[in-house]
């Protein structure tokens, strides 16, 4: 199993990033995908979810209105879009994948990709 993010980097405030998680070695289509953030000396923290068939979704409150996440089933590819981006946002942004929407565990998770908001 292999979940790989990318697209993080460094960008102003009020840029935009897209990231993108390419997950492998298990059926993409059957698993919730989220995505999380943890900033220097903070413990881990939701960001946004969406359901197998892409139609259902859920914002941590911090991001909602400004984030977007989507997925493409045929690419085994979960995507993150920022928008509005705050110093605050700064973060590793990690994937991951569950099987059951209604659990809070997350089966698969990857090594994350870096996230720099400056001022």
């Known amino acids: 199993v292999q979940l790989q993010a990318s697209g993080g980097g460094l960008v102003q405030a009020g840029g935009s990033l897209r990231l993108s998680c390419a997950a492998s070695?298990?059926?993409?289509?059957?698993?919730?995908m989220g995505w999380f953030r943890q900033a220097p000396g903070k413990e881990r923290e939701f960001v946004a979810r969406?359901?197998?068939?892409?139609?259902?979704?859920r914002y941590a409150d911090s991001v909602k209105g400004r984030f977007t996440i989507s997925r493409d089933n045929a690419k085994n590819t979960v995507y993150l879009q920022m928008n509005s981006l705050k110093p605050e946002d700064t973060a590793l942004y990690y994937c991951?994948?569950?099987?059951?929407?209604?659990?809070?565990?997350?089966?698969?998770w990857g090594q994350g990709t870096q996230v720099t908001v400056s001022s």
């Open positions: 969406i359901n197998q068939n892409g139609r259902l979704w």
């Open positions: 070695g298990f059926t993409f289509s059957n698993y919730v």
């Open positions: 991951a994948a569950s099987s059951n929407w209604f659990k809070n565990d997350y089966d698969y």
